[in-house]
């Protein structure tokens, strides 16, 4: 199941405007971050915006075989494009590709 979340019109990784595609996803985020079983997107954007600068595109949640993931595109200095994936319960990196 996978929780899109689009961000527009960023000027950094630390500030965030997102629209959720559905309410019902919305929803599902919304509780799994108030029972604790997972970090907010906030607290994710936080914890990587000293080793992962640049301008947040593209933002989805999505869970895979019960493990909730934050899938971030980050657009770097000189136009390269980051993926992180990253843990939604412990905030660890799970996955960082650059091209």
Do not use: F
């Given at each position: 199941?996978?929780?899109?979340?689009?961000?527009?019109?960023?000027?950094?990784?630390?500030?965030?405007?997102?629209?959720?595609?559905?309410?019902?996803?919305?929803?599902r985020?919304?509780?799994?971050?108030?029972?604790?079983?997972?970090?907010?997107?906030?607290?994710?954007?936080?914890?990587?915006?000293?080793?992962?600068?640049?301008?947040?595109?593209?933002?989805?949640?999505?869970?895979?075989?019960?493990?909730?993931?934050?899938?971030?595109?980050?657009?770097?200095?000189?136009?390269?494009?980051?993926?992180?994936?990253?843990?939604?319960?412990?905030?660890?990196?799970?996955?960082?590709?650059e091209?």
């Amino acid at each position: 199941m996978a929780l899109a979340i689009g961000v527009i019109c960023l000027t950094g990784i630390g500030t965030l405007s997102s629209a959720i595609a559905s309410s019902g996803d919305h929803q599902r985020a919304t509780q799994a971050v108030e029972s604790g079983e997972i970090l907010s997107l906030r607290v994710i954007l936080e914890r990587l915006e000293s080793s992962n600068p640049g301008q947040v595109l593209e933002v989805e949640l999505e869970q895979k075989k019960g493990v909730w993931i934050y899938e971030l595109k980050i657009l770097k200095t000189g136009g390269r494009l980051q993926k992180l994936k990253v843990d939604a319960k412990t905030g660890t990196v799970l996955s960082d590709k650059e091209r």
